[in-house]
């Protein structure tokens, strides 16, 4: 079962590099907490909840770019720009929102939000203004609904975008969450 992540601070104490140290006697490495925070349940930004983040990826001068796995099912799915205060200290964190993007198709509109047709669950900033995310695809009951796992890139403007990537069909491509 899926599980909405509100608690970020495990996923940031090893994104933001917990200092794992290579130097340790029997060569494995460890993880240091540096920091955790949470957002409360219900806390909307732009007139959206936020929840589901799921994915992280450090941009250059440090702030943050992550996720929602919101499929489309009442909300778009978009992603985030953060600002993340740390005080390792304290093991505290201080999260600000910055920005929200609602992500958009190959025709460079936003992804219908009456049913779903994407799963995000991964973003990574590729230089430049190059955002590229990932879904695992949907699953339908219905073939012909299912939406198979892709690579798609954020930051195209609505006359040029590119076509997702497709994922190799030599596997099971999209399937039900339980089987």
Known sequence: M??????IGAILAIGLGATASMAEKDGTPTLELIGAT???HGTRFQGLPIGGLSGLDRLPGGNYLAISDDKGDGR???YYRLAIA????HHRMRVRIEAQQVLRDAQGLPFPTD???VDPEAIRHAGGHH??????????ADPARRVQPAIYDASCAAS???PPISMPT???GARHPMG
């Open 86 to 89: 740390l005080d390792p200290a």
């Open 38 to 40: 949470s957002i409360p």
């Open 160 to 162: 040029r975008c590119r």
């Open 115 to 117: 049913h779903p047709v």
């Open 76 to 78: 778009p799915p978009r």
């Open 2 to 7: 899926r599980k909405v992540m509100r608690n």
């Open 131 to 140: 955002i590229y995310w990932s879904s695992e695809g949907t699953w339908n």
């Open 170 to 172: 030599t596997g099971a």
